[in-house]
């Protein structure tokens, strides 16, 4: 019995010693999954950090650029808000990664695309002072800045909604690692970035109509050169047919009239010659008649002699 008891008190005692190894090693695998789960989401979150302010970066050049192309003054006051409140965000998610541990190496670079759009904005501004200098504003005016603008906007609204998908998965990491600091930054900006994509969403249909009126001003002008210029051709073609017809009127003019003095000529020199041959058949019959009387006269003379001889 007391055997019996003992071997019972020993059995007891190797189950409880067997659970409580199983429940410590159950704790200890739990304690490795939250510290795991832990690091990785410290380091999403970081990540994550870097991603929103690399693309902070990358909107700043692209608003830089943009703001030396827009003529709006509505617009163009918007924009410049947008950039000092961009730049302000990316500062703060660098100092944000710093003190949680992560690196600003790993933000991503503004890409060469945006920095070439840069260079290219200067060259348009570059551009548009010298087509100043030379001309008036209204004959300078780029026919495309409407479609220009509509295309920033458009990127501007794509670059908003972006960061808002960004700064929703920031505060949903933030929370999962409880960042209240790090949740708050995010829902700010998130907050802001929706503020600007409702004003461009808003922009967006006039600037929409504004690159249908433009264009169909230029294609109007176009059409009204190409009409101005037929009709001057067929202006130029009718006064040169008029003056070719003018000028072949007085030609047969001067040749009728050239005829019809070599006939008048002819005919003077006709009359001339026929009134010399009357003169002279007149002439000659008058001096044969002449002759005829003195005959007559020589006759007479004879009979008369030959009477008085009688």
Known sequence: MAKNNGKSAKSSSASATKNS??????????????????R?????????IGQAAGKERHIEATLAAHLVMTTRPAYHGRLEEHLRATKIRAEKLEGRMKEIGGSTRSIPAVGSAVMGEVKDAAKMVADRAVSLAKGPLDAMRDDHEAE?????????YSDACEQMGTYTVVRALAKAADDKKTGKLAKDFRDEHADMAEFVE???????TAVVKTEARGK???GSGRTGSGTGSGSRQTRNGAGAQRSRSGTKAS??????????????????????????????????GGSRGSGSRAGGSGQRKTAAKS
């Open 255 to 288: 040749s009728a009239g050239g005829r019809s003095s070599a006939t008048k000529a002819r005919g003077a020199s006709t009359a001339k010659t026929a009134s010399s041959g009357s003169r002279s058949k007149t002439g000659s019959g008058s001096r044969a």
């Open 202 to 208: 808003n922009l967006i249909p006039k600037l929409s």
């Open 220 to 222: 109007a002008r176009s």
């Open 21 to 38: 190894k199983s429940s410590s090693t159950g704790k200890s695998a739990k304690a490795q999954r939250s510290s795991a789960s832990k």
């Open 148 to 156: 220009t603008l509509l295309e920033h906007a458009r990127v501007e």
């Open 40 to 48: 990785v989401e410290s380091e999403k979150l970081v990540e994550y």
